[in-house]
């Protein structure tokens, strides 16, 4: 019998980017996302989306220096952790 580990990666950042997390941040965040197999969810406050979708990541309203939570799951959940983690901390 063969047994499975999901891999799991969850970081609390600090939204840098001085637009926060709309517009061309947002877009550039779900395609970043969508090149892992990983699940991505977003958490800020009590809301939590589907870090693969657009409207979902607009609809949270991360502003600069608001708090998020980043979960990764699957195979290649540190790779997509590492490249959303540049995302959120670039201050441009």
């Known amino acids: 019998m063969r047994s499975f580990i999901m891999?799991?990666?969850r970081k609390q950042l600090i939204v840098?980017?001085?637009q926060?997390?709309?517009a061309r941040p947002a877009a550039l965040f779900v395609q970043v996302a969508n090149k892992f197999d990983a699940r991505?969810?977003?958490?800020?406050g009590k809301e939590e989306i589907n870090g693969k979708?657009?409207?979902?990541?607009?609809m949270l309203?991360?502003?600069k220096d608001?708090?998020?939570?980043?979960?990764a799951e699957g195979d290649d959940a540190?790779?997509?952790m590492s490249e959303l983690e540049k995302i959120i901390s670039n201050e441009e």
Not at 40 to 44: E, Q
Not at 53 to 58: D, F, K
Request: net charge positive; charged share 20%.
């Open 7 to 9: 891999v799991v990666v």
């Open 16 to 18: 840098k980017n001085k």
């Open 20 to 22: 926060g997390l709309h």
């Open 40 to 44: 991505i969810t977003v958490k800020r």
């Open 53 to 58: 979708s657009i409207m979902g990541i607009l």
């Open 61 to 63: 309203g991360a502003e």
């Open 66 to 71: 608001s708090q998020i939570v980043i979960e």
């Open 78 to 80: 540190h790779m997509a």
